[in-house]
């Protein structure tokens, strides 16, 4: 494994490997400030950059396997069209990122921070995002198929047109959504909170609805099984 710790070797050797369009593979980068830079379209596999700086710096269209991103900083940063997956970004910060179209699959990002970004027709799939926050994202189309969003933020966040089947949304916050026309199907919200969303058009058919707050919440046009609708009505 290649360790890297000064900011002008690590732009320079992950430069050289781009223009070469060369797979990066096993390397640690640590201590290095990497903001403002424009690393688009890099290849990486096993690329472990833990508390690393990387704010307003380019990403769009890389493509990350099995990498470590702990705690690292991504705060305003471009990651369209990012292909990530089996990583793990563990309290990492995305704040106010442009992450249009980005993927993140079958990763790890339990108490992320995604607020004020940009996921619009990205996704999320079969991902743990226990306790991450997406506070006022705009996440439409975005699929978030059999991912975990347990005890998550999402007040305020934008799901419309959003696929979440078969997702876990236990005791999350999702007060003050927009989720027009989302999919939910067969996916769990025991203890959820989900006052004042507008979920109009949603389909929940299947979906578990214990113990949720559904005051001042909007649910025209939703599907429900028919034994729960008179119940979640009564609620509101």
């Known amino acids: 494994m290649r360790h890297i710790k000064d900011r002008d070797e690590a732009s320079e050797f992950i430069n050289n490997y781009k223009l070469n369009k060369e797979l990066i593979d096993d ?34 269209e890389v493509s990350f ?21 089996d990583c793990v970004l563990s309290k990492a910060n995305f704040f106010k990122a442009q992450m249009k179209n980005t993927e993140i699959k079958i990763s790890t990002c339990t108490d992320t921070c995604f607020d004020y970004t940009d996921f619009t027709n990205g996704s999320l799939y079969g991902s743990a995002l226990q ?38 949304f236990i005791g999350a916050n999702l007060s003050d959504v927009i989720a027009l026309n989302a999919i939910f199907i067969s ?3 025991n203890g959820a909170d ?43």
């Open 27 to 60: 390397l640690r980068i640590s201590e290095a400030d990497l903001s403002f830079l424009d690393l688009s379209e890099i290849i990486a596999n096993r690329l472990y950059a833990n508390e690393i700086n990387f704010r307003a710096t380019s990403f769009v």
């Open 187 to 189: 996916s769990n919200f």
């Open 194 to 236: 989900l006052r004042n969303g507008d979920f109009s058009g949603a389909d929940f058919t299947g979906a578990n609805l214990q113990n949720v707050i559904w005051k001042g919440a909007k649910v025209e046009g939703c599907k429900f099984d028919e034994e729960i609708r008179e119940q979640v009505e009564r609620l509101i």
């Open 65 to 85: 396997r099995d990498c470590e991103f702990i705690s690292t900083d991504f705060d305003s940063c471009n990651l369209e069209y990012a292909d990530i997956a």
């Open 131 to 168: 306790k991450a926050t997406f506070r006022f994202s705009n996440m439409t189309g975005i699929n978030g198929e059999v991912s975990i969003f347990d005890e998550c933020d999402l007040c305020g966040a934008n799901l419309t047109n959003g696929n979440f089947k078969e997702a876990d």
